[in-house]
T-cell receptor
Framework: GEDVEQSLFLSVREGDSSVINCTYTDSSSTYLYWYKQEPGAGLQLLTY?????DMKQDQRLTVLLNKKDKHLSLRIADTQTGDSAIYFCAEGLNSGGYQKVTFGTGTKLQVIP | EPEVTQTPSHQVTQMGQEVILRCVPISNHLYFYWYRQILGQKVEFLVS????????KSEIFDDQFSVERPDGSNFTLKIRSTKLEDSAMYFC???????????FGDGTRLSIL
């Protein structure tokens, strides 16, 4: 079945770049997602990449997709204290009339001032 | 930017009682979903809903659970006889088409006593 793996914790200094990595198992995924969850809040769709792309840049965020290795990464440039949150990688698989989204365990990003 | 809204933000219920969690999806979205996140665990898919019927449900979504779209704007999740293990954060999501990204609400924290 589908499985998404992430490291649990990442600590960076303010102003540095953060790179959060993710691996997934299903090569027929349609979309790969990054969601952000701040303490006590919901899941904010941060960015996503279609499976036939290998890179997407959106302001400070860069998503890299290596489909051969089933590896997805999220790079946050110039990381700020407001970026401290849990970041969930997720894969979307179209399945008979709906998109099944499978989430990773989340990576807790701690930004040190 | 349009949002998925969920009410209440926190629900405390006695074991065995019925609970209804409410969601207002984004207005032009046609596909609706419920997920749950038990504390410290992954976000898990519960059910997807389209055209007034369930399109897919997970093994978690047993006979105690039901979903309904009672009018043109609300989407509800009912748990008939709550158990302690139903305590979790419940997220509603919606998407404009089945193969488009899902947007999540802030969640309802359900605490069963």
């Amino acid at each position: 079945g589908e499985d998404v793996e992430q490291s649990l914790f990442l600590s960076v200094r303010e102003g540095d770049s953060s790179v959060i990595n993710c691996t997934y198992t299903d090569s027929s995924s349609t979309y790969l997602y990054w969601y952000k969850q701040e303490p006590g809040a919901g899941l904010q769709l941060l960015t996503y990449i279609f499976s036939n792309m290998d890179m997407k840049q959106d302001q400070r965020l860069t998503v890299l997709l290596n489909k051969k290795d089933k590896h997805l990464s999220l790079r946050i440039a110039d990381t700020q204290t407001g970026d401290s949150a849990i970041y969930f990688c997720a894969e979307g698989l179209n399945s008979g009339g709906y998109q099944k989204v499978t989430f990773g365990t989340g990576t807790k990003l701690q930004v040190i001032p | 930017e349009p949002e998925v809204t969920q009410t209440p933000s926190h629900q405390v219920t006695q074991m065995g009682q019925e609970v209804i969690l409410r969601c207002v999806p984004i207005s032009n979205h046609l596909y609706f979903y419920w997920y749950r996140q038990i504390l410290g665990q992954k976000v898990e898919f519960l059910v997807s809903f389209y055209n007034n019927e369930i399109s897919e449900k997970s093994e978690i979504f047993d006979d105690q659970f039901s979903v309904e779209r009672p009018d043109g704007s609300n989407f509800t999740l009912k748990i008939r006889s709550t158990k302690l293990e139903d305590s979790a954060m419940y997220f509603c999501a919606s998407s404009v088409q089945e193969d488009q990204p899902q947007h999540f609400g802030d969640g309802t924290r359900l605490s069963i006593l």
